[in-house]
């Protein structure tokens, strides 16, 4: 098996348009600030273990308990402030309808009974040794949500997809890419969507939702069939899922992976309308 290259996109500094910029510049340097949480949790401990080592009486530690709970829960507040930005959307009805839309195919897409996250691909040198496919992935399971991203307060629920090192978020006029640190924005206009049937040899449990076309072996010979070699050589299903690709000029370029067929059918329509 050859080495696997990352399907991972650029560093979100370089996903900025004009419309965007303020709104970007407000996140970026709010996601910036320290948290005070780790601090307030560490400085308690640290108080905590100089009065059990005093000998002080037990009510004072109790009450010093208490009290750190509510710094702490303080902290946590003002971090929640200090860092979050608010972005409300007063929709017009042909936006909001359209944003619907979107809803409604993120929906299906949620539907389906298994999500990956395709985190790097590979080319096989010799197809015999891995149930004769031609290439291999690197996949993880992701759940699709619906919500807020990471610290923002909106007025409207929003489609959320996790990528790996980023979360992908669907807002009504753009998208915004996040990181742990930073933020970055993709016009709708500016985003590629490829939509394409992949066919997979699942060594996993099947899906109960996915179609299997075909079926195969864990080792096969020149001819296709099993490699008599090996004792453990089991048949392996073929399965058709669909595969959506989101990338960008600006540097996005992620893949997942749907078990049903279909699921992804309204999600062109419905980003194109957007």
Not at 165 to 186: C, H, K, N, Y
Request: proline letters at 5%; hydrophobic letters at 45%; aromatic letters at 6%.
């Amino acid at each position: 098996e050859g080495p696997l290259q990352d399907v991972e996109s650029e560093s979100v500094h370089e996903m900025v348009d004009a419309s965007s910029a303020e709104l970007l510049r407000e996140m970026n340097e709010k996601r910036k600030k320290a948290r005070l949480l780790p601090g307030a949790i560490v400085l308690s401990v640290i108080v905590l273990l100089l009065l059990l080592a005093g000998g002080v009486p037990a009510w004072l530690i109790v009450l010093f308990g208490l009290l750190a709970v509510g710094f702490c829960w303080i902290a946590s507040m003002r971090d929640e402030l200090r860092k979050t930005t608010v972005v409300l959307y007063h929709l017009e009805p042909e936006v909001e309808a359209a944003y619907a839309r979107l809803h409604d195919a993120f929906a299906a897409l949620r539907a389906g009974a298994r999500i990956w996250h395709i985190e790097a691909r590979g080319e096989v040198p010799d197809r015999k040794y891995h149930a004769g496919a031609g290439g291999v992935v690197k996949r993880k399971p992701i759940r699709l949500t619906i919500g807020a991203p990471p610290f923002v307060k909106t007025n409207v629920e929003v489609p959320l997809v996790p990528v790996g090192r980023q979360t992908l978020a669907f807002m009504p006029d753009r998208l915004l890419v996040f990181e742990s640190a930073a933020v970055g924005a993709i016009r709708y206009t500016d985003l590629v969507l490829d939509v394409a049937e992949s066919q997979f040899i699942e060594e996993e449990a099947v899906p109960q939702d996915a179609t299997v076309v075909g079926k195969t072996w864990r080792y096969v010979n020149q001819k296709g069939g099993p490699d008599r070699r090996f004792k453990d050589n089991r048949e392996i299903p073929i399965c058709a899922y669909e595969q959506i690709h989101w990338s960008s000029r600006s540097g996005l370029n992620e893949v997942i992976q749907v078990s049903r067929r279909g699921a992804s059918r309204a999600l062109t329509t419905a980003l194109s309308s957007i």
